[in-house]
């Protein structure tokens, strides 16, 4: 699978309807965007079972600013609509694929018990 464009009015429903979507924000004018998006169409093509995507940020600076995207590229990484990984940086390919490999093998029930965890605890230092 090739990468997708997204933007804000596509960006919700493809993270919410898709197992795993990693998401590149780039813009055409970066020197390592350019570098790394080889790197990133590669991948596409041998994770047929997740979204690769990108949010052009000169053409999405209302979605970019909503994820508070400050250096690119920024590379996410989402499963089951969880945000499991957000880094500025191009990624060699082994870098990649290792990421790749640690979402797929992430237990999510144990993901969301520690999330529902950390969301008790702050609920609880609040009150």
């Known amino acids: ?5 997204l933007s804000k ?5 493809t993270v919410s309807s898709n197992d795993v ?7 055409g004018w970066c020197g390592p965007c350019k570098m790394f998006a080889p790197v990133y169409e590669e ?18 600076q209302e979605l970019a ?7 690119i590229p920024t590379l996410m990484a989402f499963r089951d609509n969880i945000l ?11 870098a990649l694929e290792e990421l790749i490999g640690k979402v797929k ?7 969301r018990r520690k999330i529902d ?8 230092t609040q009150s």
């Open 43 to 60: 991948a596409s093509e041998k994770h047929s079972d997740i979204v690769f995507a990108k949010v052009d940020t000169e053409a999405e």
């Open 117 to 124: 965890e950390q969301v008790s605890a702050e609920n609880q």
């Open 65 to 71: 600013a909503g994820f508070r995207i400050m250096s």
């Open 105 to 111: 093998d992430l237990d999510m029930d144990d993901v």
């Open 9 to 13: 009015d596509t960006f919700d429903e």
């Open 84 to 94: 499991l990984y957000s880094q500025p940086g191009a990624l060699p390919p082994a």
């Open 21 to 27: 979507v990693l998401v590149d924000f780039w813009a």
């Open 1 to 5: 699978m090739a990468t997708v464009a």
